[in-house]
């Protein structure tokens, strides 16, 4: 583990996912997928959140969390598609993360869900490992697979089109993924009932 920092212990271009904890009412901490929006000039990083969600809530009530940089598909599923709490935190697979804290930036609602965006300010962070990086397109394909998911059932998106790209998700692990790859698709069947009557 190296020294703990002050500033993003990554850069990125675009949106990156992530995986946020956030501490909750029962003080455990809530795991949950987050895209990060890159700033925009001197501007902070920024992300929204999508209805009445629980890191919406502890946003909210709490004002921080802990956004993580993890490789690990298993944990990336369980983020994006269960209820999943943790005693710490950090999780284990954790490349790098940062505690932030979060200001409302601004807030309205889309085709009748209300989002909020919030920048996210970062207070203190860690690189834990440091890793050459390897393009799995089986990888890609189960965050892929999270994102349509997340879609099914909001108005504004066509359900057998993201069925469909989780369909080519599926293929895609199904040729291209190692152990843990099929593991997280494993877990992803199990969360979501993507394939209708």
Do not use: K
């Not at 940089?69 to 983020?79: H, L, S």
């Not at 920048?119 to 965050?143: F, I, K, N, Q």
């Amino acid at each position: 583990m190296t020294d703990a920092l002050a500033e993003w212990p990554a850069d990125w271009d675009g949106v990156a996912e992530s995986v946020v904890t956030t501490r909750g009412p029962n003080d455990r901490w809530n795991v949950a997928a987050l895209g990060l929006h890159a700033p925009d000039g001197d501007g902070p990083v920024t992300a929204r959140t999508w209805g009445r969600t629980r890191t919406w809530h502890n946003f909210g009530d709490r004002g921080e969390g802990y956004v993580q940089f993890t490789r690990d598909p298993v944990d990336f599923v369980e983020a994006a598609c269960a209820v999943r709490e943790e005693a710490g935190p950090v999780l284990d697979s954790a490349d790098a993360w940062a505690r932030v804290r979060v200001e409302e930036r601004d807030s309205g609602t889309e085709d009748g869900t209300g989002w909020v965006e919030w920048a996210l300010h970062v207070e203190d962070s860690s690189v834990e490992r440091e890793t050459v990086p390897v393009v799995s397109r089986a990888h890609g394909a189960v965050v892929e697979a999270t994102v349509a998911a997340s879609r099914l059932d909001v108005d504004r998106y066509d359900t057998e089109r993201l069925r469909e790209r989780i369909r080519h998700a599926e293929s895609v692990v199904d040729r291209a993924g190692g152990a843990r790859d099929r593991e997280a698709w494993d877990r992803f069947e199990a969360l979501v009932d993507w394939r209708g009557a």
